[in-house]
């Protein structure tokens, strides 16, 4: 059974930082790549970035230059660095593990930027 586990979220003023993190545990995991999602209220749950195990990342447009993901591959974990915040990346960030059996979610984690 796959479990996803995720810290860092909060209350930051606009142009501050938070670090997200989200690690992995489970037999036999073969991870493909693992990323984050956000979604804010009445929005749909949106790509923020995905880093596959090969260590290819991918950005929305929207933090690009903001946002950093990486990964420590020895502990299945996947970190995501949001700088400059603003308002707009006010939502639940979710976790998301693909693997060779499937997709995972974690349970997501409030981030809320103030103006």
């Known amino acids: 059974q796959v479990q996803l586990v995720e810290s860092g979220g909060g209350l930051v003023q606009a142009g501050g930082s938070l670090r997200l993190s989200c690690a992995a545990s489970?037999?036999?995991?073969?991870?493909?790549?693992m990323g984050w999602y956000r979604q804010a209220p009445g929005k749909q749950r949106e790509l923020v970035s995905v880093?596959?195990?090969?260590?290819?990342?991918n950005y929305a447009k929207s933090v690009k230059g903001r946002f950093t993901i990486s990964r420590d591959n020895a502990k299945n974990t996947v970190f995501l660095q949001m700088n400059s915040l603003k308002p707009e990346d006010t939502a639940v960030y979710y976790c998301?593990?693909?693997?060779?059996?499937?997709?995972?979610w974690g349970q997501g984690t409030q981030v809320t930027v103030s103006s």
């Open positions: 489970g037999s036999r995991l073969s991870i493909i790549a």
């Open positions: 880093i596959t195990s090969g260590g290819s990342t």
């Open positions: 998301n593990l693909q693997t060779s059996l499937g997709t995972h």
